[in-house]
């Protein structure tokens, strides 16, 4: 009898009995070879009970009333009870703290990268581009040193909402239509079309929130009113600025049909090049790991996801950076928000209060701002603060190396133990 294994975990999606899939419909079958088994235990099923536990081919039931000498089935589950249980406890182990690196890396420690980058996009006034880390971070240091360390981790918990919103509409739209939300493992064109349109449909109905969040992670924490705002105000200017209500905003203002195109094209592209990158990635992993033969290794079950995950982002967000800056402009344009100076020499005003630009961006659609920026500012305009997004990746990348390293040794003192 074949252990049962999950539906589906972070991307991997299991639609045959012994064959995995990556993403869009990637196969780790070879050409005409069976699928290698795969490890996948940071969701697994609850452990075996005794007398209940899975058989294989030529085992029996251990029975309670058996004398431990006389059954050899007794014998061998103990045995397998006394050297298997660490073992998974330390797979599971291994693949839960990777995750979770993983997770409060991206989603929290880097969000002052986050935060300077969308700052350097939107401020147009800025001479300095800020294209290499190095002057990202000085500028980022003194931003924290004059306003505080909040300055640079403002709007993270509207950020959180939007992805709760993207995974709320993912999961209505996939229940009530028949696009796909995950692809089979053997996919057509027209599902494939249907699965990028169902992201892109997302992205969409997000867009309030998202343009929402954006403000609050811009916005200069010189003119922000604590007492007024809250967790949930990213709900409610959603809402206000879907339906036309609430504070007055400048005519300037571009209604959300205006930013639907650019909205929907930058989720699917970004959407498809990161599915792309990981499932490259992922086969040409499997490829070297069945040439080499190596042993199985409780980290090889869930870093090598983790790490195509890590690079299909960085190059979807370094491919799809020109749209995102449009696109953040777009959505600003007309708020009347403020931002902090970019600048390094301007980020300080006379008598070292700090400097605040507001946005007065007049853009009449998305191809207006795409020839705005190509003829007032070239080609680098589209990349202001690319710096900051190299910080942000290395970062990351460098604390999942880290955790994996950490974790190896852990298991290998429990090896040794």
């Not at 049909?257 to 040409?284: D, E, F, G, K």
């Amino acid at each position: 009898m074949a252990t049962r294994r999950p539906d589906s975990f972070d991307g991997l999606v299991y639609r045959g009995r012994d064959e995995p899939s990556y993403g869009a419909g990637y196969s780790l079958r070879s050409a005409g070879g069976p699928a290698e088994p795969q490890h996948h235990n940071w969701v697994t099923t609850p452990p075996d009970i005794p007398g209940s536990r899975n058989l294989h081919t030529g085992e029996r039931t251990p029975l309670y009333d058996e004398p431990p000498g006389e059954s050899g089935g007794a014998r061998e589950w103990e045995a397998a009870q006394a050297g298997g249980a660490p073992a998974e406890q330390l797979n599971r182990f291994a693949g839960f703290g990777i995750g979770l690196v993983s997770l409060f890396t991206e989603n929290v420690l880097t969000h002052p990268c986050v935060v300077f980058r969308r700052q350097c996009q939107v401020n147009y006034h800025a001479r300095c581009y800020h294209l290499t880390p190095f002057s990202a971070l000085a500028v980022m240091y003194s931003i924290s040193k004059s306003q505080g360390p909040k300055a640079l981790w403002k709007g993270m918990g509207s950020t959180f909402i939007v992805h709760g919103v993207m995974l709320g509409a993912e999961g209505i739209i996939s229940e009530f239509t028949p696009l796909p939300r995950e692809i089979p493992h053997r996919w057509s064109p027209k599902q494939l079309a249907a699965h990028f349109l169902l992201k892109g449909l997302t992205a969409v109905v997000a867009l309030p929130f998202y343009c929402s969040s954006l403000i609050e992670t811009v916005q200069s924490e010189i003119v922000r009113d604590d007492s007024s705002s809250g967790l949930l105000d990213c709900v409610r200017e959603g809402l206000a600025r879907l339906l036309g209500v609430g504070a007055p905003h400048s005519r300037r203002l571009l209604p959300l049909s205006c930013l639907l195109l650019p909205t929907l094209t930058h989720a699917v592209l970004r959407y498809a090049i990161a599915s792309s990158v990981q499932r490259v990635v992922l086969w040409l992993h499997h490829r070297n790991k069945k040439r080499r033969h190596s042993p199985l290794d409780p980290l090889e079950a869930h870093f090598p996801e983790l790490a195509a995950a890590w690079l299909g982002s960085l190059v979807a967000d370094v491919v799809a950076f020109p749209l995102e800056t449009a696109l953040h402009r777009l959505s600003l344009q007309g708020t009347r928000t403020i931002i902090d100076a970019t600048d390094a020499v301007t980020v300080e005003g006379n008598g070292g209060s700090p400097l605040v630009l507001p946005v007065n961006t007049q853009y009449d659609g998305f191809a207006d701002c795409l020839h705005a920026i190509r003829r007032k500012e070239g080609w680098p305009g589209f990349y202001r603060g690319f710096g900051a997004l190299v910080a942000q990746f290395v970062l990351h990348g460098i604390l999942l190396a880290t955790a994996r390293t950490l974790l190896r040794l852990l298991l290998l003192e429990a090896k040794v133990s």
